[in-house]
Nanobody, 115 residues
Framework: QVQLQESGPGLIKPSQTLSLTCSVS??????????WTWIRQHPGKGLEWVGS???????RYSPSLKSRTSISRDTSKNQFSLHLSSVTPEDTAVYYC???????WGKGTLVTVSS
C-alpha cells in the first residue's frame, strides 16, 4: 500500500518560510489519478486543507492560505513539498501529507512557530 512520510524542521521563527517534504513510496505522484494533499491540524482543533497537487502538477490552494502557499514536486524523488511563507504562531500545527481519496496519510509532523 501507499506510504507517505513528512519531513522538515519542527521549529521555525515567525516571518520565515515553512518547508516540508512528503516522500511517497509504493505509489507514483505522476501516474496516480489522485491528488496529493497537505492538511494541517492546529492544537485542539479540526483538520484544515492546505492544498493539493495533481499528477500533472496542477495545484490548488486553500483560499485563506493561497497568498502564502506553494506546493511543488520532485518527480525524480517521488516527493512533493509544501512551502508556507511569512509564518506566524497561528501556523503552529501538525502537518500531514495524504492521498485523501483512498485514505493514505503520513504520520504527521508538528511544526511550531516561535521566536
Amino acid at each position: 500500500q501507499v506510504q507517505l512520510q513528512e519531513s522538515g524542521p519542527g521549529l521555525i521563527k515567525p516571518s520565515q518560510t515553512l518547508s516540508l517534504t512528503c516522500s511517497v513510496s509504493r505509489g507514483s505522484i505522476t501516474t496516480s489519478d489522485y491528488s496529493w494533499t497537505w492538511i494541517r491540524q492546529h492544537p485542539g482543533k479540526g483538520l484544515e486543507w492546505v492544498g493539493s497537487i495533481a499528477k500533472d502538477g496542477y495545484t490548488r490552494y486553500s483560499p485563506s492560505l493561497k497568498s502564502r502557499t506553494s506546493i511543488s514536486r520532485d518527480t525524480s524523488k517521488n516527493q512533493f513539498s509544501l512551502h508556507l511563507s511569512s509564518v506566524t504562531p497561528e501556523d503552529t500545527a501538525v502537518y500531514y501529507c495524504a492521498r485523501i481519496v483512498d485514505d493514505y496519510w503520513g504520520k504527521g509532523t508538528l511544526v511550531t512557530v516561535s521566536s
